[in-house]
């Protein structure tokens, strides 16, 4: 199959807009006969399933939490980036595809990136109808602030509850479109398998998780805005069961992959404290603007950090990075920080941690107006930690969280299969080999309000004269026997091992040699170890219970089954590209400074792979053309 991605003609500004002079428009009257099932009621899929239902196409929204308030872009802190330039400080749409392009160390797709740039001003105006709380100034003025990778302000915030308030605006929307009647919510439903019907996605099939029941679900268009895969490293700073088994039914299916291996491992997290622990709390980034890290010179330090002089200090990042300082990229600031810690000078009682110090930001400033930033994260922090961040500096490390990798989409974010779409963070399109702070709220809500509501018409404009899609087919018939056939298989294995400890053994093979730093000795053994665990998975988990009611085993068994086969992808998917960029980091492929060495010359493109009923991938390759920018180095000093 060759990869179509549809990127319009015409110079890289007006590309948008020319798709939208020429896109196809389903009329008001017709738009009532086509059925969309959208899957995910965070940002990008309640956005979309709201946005779909508010323009009259009959919709089904389908989510696992009990409510979608529960989605997990409730989790996201920091903010959502806009150029609307407030702050006057050269800020515009070139400036922010710049930042983006170049903060994805050049491997995204241009075209997509100018798109999210350009949407990104209406999406606050949007929110801000819709009732978001944004931080504003004195004067009544929205209020921005900085986030990594960037020399401009623009990421607009309501404190450290982003992601909450965007949420909450979008569940009213939602909420509003189910009560006139155009959208159906599904609460504790997953996802366990895409129908496909001549060649085109027609439905899915669900498990009620409250009765077990098996579902059958049709529509002329299928949505998926189901996030990310980073709980595959076990700790990860995502929820509990935040998966990517949506994505990767679909791949079995027919949908290409792309670049599972572009996993970011993020810079201000908790730090693990033992074996106990099921996940990791994320630390906003927009911390970094205040907060200057540090880790002591000496390796064998036993003070407190008050006590040690300013002299004894390494603010590394601001040694190594003096134009960026403490507000570089995620991926080259996690990178220095395992360095750091690497070399013996990590802090806390498993040595896994630096300082992030207020300080100097409230010497400056006063205790009020960090207070007046932060403070909910602040009070986070002491209550997980009984430490006063005011008074001494918090304790961060490195944690896997965001999937830059997804499946792979055209301009029109559709995947390979027809009828299948894909937004935000299940789709792999804007943000190359390492995600800007801010830009996951923005694509995922400009996926979902603004971009696929104009360009799934394209398709569904064909489908008018279809008729209503039945689920009483043969490929409806089948797909639910397979995936009643998956459930049986689980529940036989019959075994002695908890299903959350081979997650977590699984996770450690892969924070070991598929997360900050990779070599190819280090995942060609990964690929044979995480070959090694799926068979003992199968051989001898634990899994009580059966299908009938809830059975949280059985969700994690099935989710995991899907990790131990994703997980072999993302190391073949690493082991193929030998150069480094972004969050992959290839140990044999990098300066004499330690910095990330690219090779454009061999590597200037997006890797798809195709599923082909085994332990092997055909990769298709879609080249990367830069028209407006010229792939540099990318540095931060």
Same mark, same amino acid.
């Given at each position: 199959?060759?990869?179509?991605?549809?990127?319009?003609?015409?110079?890289?500004?007006?590309?948008?807009?020319?798709?939208?002079?020429?896109?196809?428009?389903?009329?008001? @009257?017709?738009?009532?006969?086509?059925?969309?099932?959208?899957?995910?009621?965070?940002?990008?899929?309640?956005?979309?399933?709201?946005?779909?239902?508010?323009?009259?196409?009959?919709?089904?929204?389908?989510?696992?939490?009990?409510?979608?308030?529960?989605?997990?872009?409730?989790?996201?802190?920091?903010?959502?980036?806009?150029?609307?330039?407030?702050?006057?400080?050269?800020?515009?749409?070139?400036? !922010?595809?710049?930042?983006? /392009?170049?903060?994805?160390?050049?491997?995204?797709?241009?075209?997509?990136?100018?798109?999210?740039?350009?949407?990104?001003?209406?999406?606050?105006?949007?929110?801000?109808?819709?009732?978001?709380?944004?931080?504003?100034?004195?004067?009544?003025?929205?209020?921005?602030?900085?986030?990594?990778?960037?020399?401009?302000?623009?990421?607009?915030?309501?404190?450290?509850?982003?992601?909450?308030?965007?949420?909450?605006?979008?569940?009213? @929307? !939602?909420?509003?479109?189910?009560?006139?009647?155009?959208?159906?919510?599904?609460?504790?439903?997953?996802?366990?398998? /895409?129908?496909?019907?001549?060649?085109?996605?027609?439905?899915?099939?669900?498990?009620?998780?409250?009765?077990?029941?098996?579902?059958?679900?049709?529509?002329?268009?299928?949505?998926?805005?189901?996030?990310?895969?980073?709980?595959?490293?076990?700790?990860?700073?995502?929820?509990?069961?935040?998966?990517?088994?949506?994505?990767?039914?679909?791949?079995?299916?027919?949908?290409?992959?792309?670049?599972?291996?572009?996993?970011?491992?993020?810079?201000?997290?908790?730090?693990?404290?033992?074996?106990?622990?099921?996940?990791?709390?994320?630390?906003?980034?927009?911390?970094?603007?205040?907060?200057?890290?540090?880790?002591?010179?000496?390796?064998?330090?036993?003070?407190?950090?008050?006590?040690?002089?300013?002299?004894?200090?390494?603010?590394?990042?601001?040694?190594?990075?003096?134009?960026?300082?403490?507000?570089?990229?995620?991926?080259?600031?996690?990178? @220095?920080?395992?360095?750091?810690?690497?070399?013996?000078?990590?802090?806390?009682?498993?040595?896994?941690?630096?300082?992030?110090?207020?300080?100097?930001?409230?010497?400056?400033?006063?205790?009020?107006?960090?207070?007046?930033?932060?403070?909910?994260?602040?009070?986070?922090?002491?209550?997980?930690?009984?430490?006063?961040?005011?008074?001494?500096?918090?304790?961060?490390?490195?944690?896997?969280?965001?999937?830059?990798?997804?499946?792979?989409? %055209?301009?029109?974010?559709?995947?390979?299969?027809?009828?299948?779409?894909?937004?935000?963070?299940?789709?792999?399109?804007?943000?190359?080999?390492?995600?800007?702070?801010?830009?996951?709220?923005?694509?995922?809500?400009?996926?979902?309000?603004? /971009?696929?509501?104009?360009?799934?018409?394209?398709?569904?404009?064909?489908?008018?004269?279809?008729?209503?899609?039945?689920?009483?087919?043969?490929?409806?018939?089948?797909?639910?026997?397979?995936?009643?056939?998956?459930?049986?298989?689980?529940?036989?294995?019959?075994?002695?091992?908890?299903?959350?400890?081979?997650?977590?053994?699984?996770?450690? /093979?892969?924070?070991?040699?598929?997360?900050?730093?990779?070599?190819?000795?280090?995942?060609?053994?990964?690929?044979?170890?995480?070959?090694?665990?799926?068979?003992?998975?199968?051989?001898?988990?634990?899994?009580?219970?059966?299908?009938?009611?809830?059975?949280?085993?059985?969700?994690?068994?099935?989710?995991?089954?899907?990790?131990?086969?994703?997980?072999?992808?993302?190391?073949?998917?690493?082991?193929?590209?030998?150069?480094?960029?972004?969050?992959?980091?290839?140990?044999?492929?990098?300066?004499?400074?330690?910095?990330? !060495?690219? %090779?454009?010359?061999?590597?200037?493109?997006?890797?798809?792979?195709?599923?082909?009923?085994?332990?092997?991938?055909?990769?298709?390759?879609?080249?990367?053309?830069?028209?407006?920018?010229?792939?540099?180095?990318?540095?931060?000093?």
């Amino acid at each position: 199959m060759a990869l179509n991605a549809k990127i319009p003609e015409g110079p890289l500004k007006d590309k948008w807009q020319n798709y939208l002079a020429k896109t196809k428009i389903v009329n008001p @009257a017709n738009r009532k006969k086509l059925d969309i099932i959208v899957v995910g009621g965070g940002l990008s899929g309640g956005g979309a399933a709201a946005s779909l239902a508010e323009l009259g196409y009959n919709v089904k929204v389908f989510f696992f939490q009990d409510s979608a308030r529960r989605s997990h872009s409730v989790a996201a802190q920091g903010g959502v980036n806009a150029a609307k330039n407030y702050k006057n400080d050269g800020d515009n749409v070139y400036r !922010m595809f710049y930042d983006t /392009i170049k903060g994805g160390d050049f491997r995204s797709r241009e075209a997509n990136v100018y798109r999210m740039a350009e949407v990104s001003a209406n999406l606050i105006d949007h929110m801000v109808a819709q009732g978001v709380p944004f931080g504003r100034e004195y004067g009544g003025y929205l209020s921005n602030r900085s986030f990594g990778g960037v020399l401009v302000s623009r990421t607009f915030y309501a404190r450290g509850q982003s992601g909450q308030q965007l949420l909450l605006a979008t569940y009213q @929307a !939602m909420m509003k479109q189910i009560k006139v009647g155009k959208l159906t919510q599904y609460n504790r439903h997953e996802i366990l398998d /895409i129908v496909i019907v001549n060649g085109k996605a027609r439905g899915i099939i669900a498990r009620n998780l409250n009765t077990g029941e098996i579902e059958r679900h049709a529509a002329h268009a299928v949505v998926f805005g189901t996030g990310g895969f980073g709980k595959i490293f076990y700790l990860s700073t995502l929820a509990m069961n935040s998966n990517g088994s949506a994505n990767w039914r679909a791949h079995k299916k027919g949908a290409f992959f792309a670049n599972p291996s572009w996993t970011q491992i993020h810079p201000t997290a908790l730090p693990q404290s033992g074996e106990h622990q099921s996940k990791l709390t994320l630390m906003s980034e927009s911390l970094r603007n205040d907060g200057r890290i540090w880790v002591p010179k000496n390796k064998d330090e036993k003070r407190a950090p008050g006590d040690i002089p300013e002299e004894e200090r390494d603010y590394y990042l601001e040694r190594r990075y003096p134009a960026f300082g403490n507000l570089v990229p995620r991926d080259v600031a996690s990178r @220095a920080a395992k360095e750091r810690m690497d070399a013996g000078h990590g802090v806390g009682p498993l040595k896994n941690a630096v300082y992030l110090d207020f300080k100097t930001a409230i010497d400056r400033l006063g205790e009020d107006t960090i207070k007046e930033r932060y403070g909910n994260l602040f009070t986070m922090y002491e209550k997980i930690t009984a430490i006063n961040a005011y008074k001494e500096p918090m304790k961060i490390s490195p944690a896997a969280h965001f999937s830059m990798g997804g499946l792979w989409v %055209d301009y029109e974010l559709q995947t390979t299969i027809p009828g299948l779409f894909a937004v935000g963070e299940a789709n792999f399109a804007d943000h190359g080999a390492n995600r800007l702070g801010a830009n996951s709220l923005l694509q995922a809500s400009v996926d979902g309000n603004f /971009i696929l509501p104009n360009t799934i018409s394209n398709y569904l404009s064909n489908e008018i004269s279809t008729g209503k899609i039945s689920t009483d087919t043969t490929e409806f018939e089948v797909a639910e026997k397979e995936v009643k056939d998956q459930v049986a298989k689980l529940l036989a294995i019959k075994g002695t091992m908890p299903v959350d400890q081979i997650h977590r053994r699984l996770g450690k /093979i892969m924070f070991k040699e598929v997360a900050m730093s990779r070599n190819e000795k280090g995942m060609i053994w990964a690929i044979e170890e995480i070959r090694k665990l799926r068979k003992e998975f199968w051989e001898n988990a634990a899994i009580p219970g059966n299908e009938n009611g809830p059975n949280s085993e059985l969700e994690k068994a099935g989710r995991l089954a899907d990790y131990l086969e994703i997980a072999e992808l993302m190391a073949v998917d690493a082991l193929d590209r030998k150069e480094s960029c972004g969050a992959h980091f290839r140990e044999d492929y990098q300066t004499a400074e330690g910095e990330a !060495m690219r %090779d454009d010359k061999n590597y200037m493109y997006s890797s798809a792979w195709e599923w082909q009923n085994g332990e092997k991938w055909k990769l298709h390759k879609e080249p990367l053309e830069f028209t407006e920018v010229t792939p540099t180095v990318r540095s931060y000093k």
